[in-house]
């Protein structure tokens, strides 16, 4: 699903860019040839880049926010009924579920805000600084997604504790 939607948008990005060539045609026909020269279009990606920074980042809080407020009320919510909970041990399952989530949900918003704000403030940095971020925006989730929610599993968390303690001997 991530995919469909990732390309989707993309898609429906490069459909909005295609549009604008022929919008000036229809629209203000005898200025075409006036407004799309040579100089205009090179112009265009070396021009100041502020209001795009600036709305990228308004995007980016944006979506962050709009995601983030469901889910903090959901695991509010969640943490609230757990304490609720007589037994002791489906206490410790509900708030086993919420911390495995918030550790997902934290190891995919901090790399994806930092690259944000490195990309669109600190424009005078080492370039390796974005990059390195970038990367681990892109690799870490992935990787770490898989190892939060199975180290929850008794036999996987189980296992695992034998093949480390294993290859210390």
């Known amino acids: 699903m991530f995919s469909i939607h990732s390309f989707s948008i993309m898609e429906s ?6 549009s604008v060539d022929p919008f000036v045609t229809i629209y203000n ?30 995007i980016m809080t944006s979506t962050f926010g709009l995601d983030s407020r469901p889910i903090l009320v959901s695991r509010v919510l969640i943490v ?21 989530h918030m550790c997902t949900v934290l190891v995919y918003y901090v ?3 930092s690259v944000a704000v490195v990309h ?10 974005p990059l ?17 929610y199975s180290a929850k599993n008794k036999q996987v ?10 290859r210390k001997y």
Do not use: W
Not at 120 to 129: D, E, F, G, N, S
């Open 13 to 18: 990005g490069v459909l909005l860019a295609m």
């Open 29 to 58: 026909p005898l200025r075409y040839t006036a407004l799309l020269t040579l100089p205009n279009i090179i112009q265009l990606p070396c021009g100041d880049t502020c209001p795009n920074s600036i709305l990228g980042l308004c």
């Open 80 to 100: 609230y009924t757990a304490l609720n909970i007589t037994s002791g041990e489906g206490r410790r399952k509900a708030l086993n579920t919420c911390a495995s």
């Open 120 to 129: 669109r403030l600190m424009k005078h940095t080492v370039p390796a600084v």
């Open 111 to 113: 790399p994806k805000i």
């Open 157 to 166: 968390r189980e296992g695992l504790l034998q093949l480390f303690l294993q």
């Open 132 to 148: 390195f971020l970038a990367n681990i925006y892109i690799l870490v989730p992935p990787m770490l997604n898989p190892i939060i």
